[in-house]
């Protein structure tokens, strides 16, 4: 099972300063040009899966976490999205920083025993880094629900039937 | 008219749109909402302002001048209608006219029953509204999946009592056009008052107030080349309407203040112009709305709205499967070269809704959110669409491939 590390409450992520710093720091920029968008042909066999949706905004999203044998960080992390221009980059960033994790740094081991809730990127973190407005905190929310979604699988498996749509 | 070929839209558009990012290459195909003002517009409106010092409403002989060209621009404007150009009333555009013909026409007789149709105008739709606030009857009738009105519907609801019929000759989203010598036949047969929201047509197609059995005729100035902040208003000798701007007793005490005299003469210069310009303008808009329409169908799920009705030239509506509407149109205004166009109408885009246009002809929320309206004008060349229709065609298969896997 992968075991993805993500930052704690209390533990520093060395990504947090791309999301100060990201150079291409608009929404607009990433949503234009996404780096982490699942190609058509990938072979997901075997990856993790993420899926929320927005019905509000008719927006669905998954992200996919490529396990790594030897490693507990995702090794390629890719979306998918249908939804506002605000998710596409949500989803982008996301994927840029789950790639960018570096496990001496991470404390929290997803689907380890006794492991305290971690804590996602925080919405401001989004927020700076992408320079998206308060009232769009909802593909923030959307891109968190998809984690969490993952997190659930990497503790207790995929559900039955699970229907995320 | 200024030959197309000597200014194509994308050189306008770079030399002009202050938004742009440098370097950005803007396609401009949003005429319904705002279309450029042509060259002998901005002429008329430079001669004047250097010209035209005086008050047009001065007893003096500068004020005389100024009036004496503005009674030239009413001729203009009044030759498109058929109509005489001591019935008109400037305004501000056709918003303040739909409103003065509306809120005026029902406060002079005191109220009454007010009909009208679902694909209206807001400008008409929120009028009607607070007039059926203040004590009016509304009806709102239905179109059918072409955006068509349904005449026998119509007369039904005009048989039972009516005071108004407020009604747009081509729609601003689908350019469908409606059938005017059959609804003021309808109109005058029992005795109710018409008013036609003329915006997208002045100029374009020739109008007759008496064929058409008009009371009332909105106008705009900026729809057809002419300047922003000016419209007109058409109201036919013995219709009553209670002013809307009081102070000064301007224009017969109809509509006060002073008369912009640059303003109208942009508007009447462009009147002339699309008049001169006439069928052979509405000829080569055809062709290019054909021809963008033929390359939009070149990607699979792009459905022409309103594709059955009879249609003004230069409109094409679609709405495309398979994307999400707020990105399609991110995508196409943000993207280079960027697509000046908008979903449904720019007024639905400035309240954050989708069409409600294409919503009351019966088209999903998510449907009538993911729609384009391409509107063509007198700066749109035929490689204008060929470029538009392949960034269209290259944006659409990015978001499908973004949306694979979701």
Redesign the interface.
């Known amino acids: 099972m992968l075991r993805l590390v993500l930052p704690t409450k209390s533990g520093v992520c060395v990504n947090s300063r791309m999301a100060r710093e990201n150079p291409t720091g608009t929404w607009?920029a990433r949503?234009?040009a996404?780096r982490h968008?699942?190609a058509?042909d990938?072979d997901?066999t075997g990856w993790l899966v993420g899926r929320a949706t927005s019905p509000v905004d008719?927006?669905?999203?998954?992200i996919?976490l490529a396990p790594a044998a030897h490693h507990r960080v995702p090794r390629i992390a890719?979306?998918?999205?249908?939804?506002?221009?605000i998710l596409?980059a949500c989803a982008d960033w996301i994927c840029e920083y789950l790639e960018g994790l570096r496990e001496p740094l991470a404390n929290v081991a997803l689907g380890a025993s006794g492991v305290d809730t971690p804590l996602w990127p925080p919405i401001d973190w989004f927020e700076r880094a992408l320079a998206i407005a308060a009232t769009d905190r909802f593909a923030v929310i959307a891109v968190q629900d998809a984690m969490t979604d993952i997190l659930f699988q990497c503790r207790h498996g995929p559900l039955q039937n699970y229907d995320s749509d | 008219m200024q030959n197309v070929d000597d200014r194509s839209s994308e050189q306008l558009i770079e030399g002009q749109h202050a938004g742009a990012e440098c370097g950005q290459t803007i396609l401009y195909l949003d005429h319904a909402a705002s279309s450029p003002a042509l060259p002998e517009v901005v002429e008329a409106m430079r001669e004047s302002l250097l010209q035209d010092v005086a008050n047009p409403d001065g007893t003096h002989a500068a004020g005389q001048a100024a009036a004496k060209r503005i009674n030239w621009a009413a001729e203009q404007v009044a030759s498109a209608l058929n109509a005489d150009s001591s019935a008109l009333v400037w305004t501000s555009g056709a918003t303040e006219s739909i409103d003065l013909a509306l809120t005026g026409s029902m406060d002079f007789i005191g109220g009454g029953h007010i009909v009208t149709f679902a694909t209206e105008h807001r400008a008409t739709l929120d009028v009607a509204e607070q007039l059926k606030c203040r004590g009016s009857t509304l009806s709102v009738l239905g179109v059918d999946e072409n955006g068509e009105i349904d005449l026998d519907e119509l007369e039904q609801t005009l048989a039972s009592g009516a005071t108004l019929v407020s009604v747009m000759h081509v729609n601003n989203e689908t350019g469908v056009m409606a059938p005017l010598v059959e609804i003021g036949a309808l109109c005058a047969r029992y005795d109710v008052l018409l008013h036609v929201d003329a915006a997208q047509s002045l100029g374009r197609f020739p109008l007759d107030v008496d064929a058409m059995n008009a009371s009332l005729v909105s106008m705009s100035g900026h729809k057809t080349g002419g300047p922003k902040g000016i419209g007109a208003l058409y109201v036919r000798p013995g219709v009553g309407l209670t002013p809307r701007l009081r102070g000064g007793g301007q224009q017969a005490g109809q509509r006060g203040g002073t008369r912009p005299t640059h303003q109208i003469l942009g508007l009447g210069a462009a009147v002339h112009a699309a008049r001169v310009a006439g069928p052979a303008e509405r000829e080569r808009l055809e062709f290019l709305g054909k021809r963008l329409w033929h390359l939009l169908a070149q990607t699979p799920g792009v459905i022409l709205n309103g594709a059955a009705a009879s249609r003004a030239p230069g409109f094409v509506n679609v709405s495309v499967d398979g994307v999400h509407g707020q990105a399609l149109l991110a995508g196409l205004t943000l993207g280079d070269p960027a697509l000046a166009v908008s979903p449904g109408s720019a007024c639905s885009a400035a309240r954050g809704e989708s069409s409600h246009v294409l919503r009351a002809m019966g088209y999903s929320p998510r449907r009538a959110a993911a729609s384009v309206r391409f509107s063509l004008g007198w700066t749109t060349e035929t490689r204008t669409v060929e470029r538009a229709a392949t960034r269209f065609a290259n944006e659409v298969g990015r978001l499908r491939q973004l949306a694979h896997g979701a």
């Open positions: 607009q949503f234009l996404p968008a699942l058509a990938a997901c008719d927006a669905r999203l998954a996919y890719r979306f998918g999205a249908y939804g506002p221009p596409i």
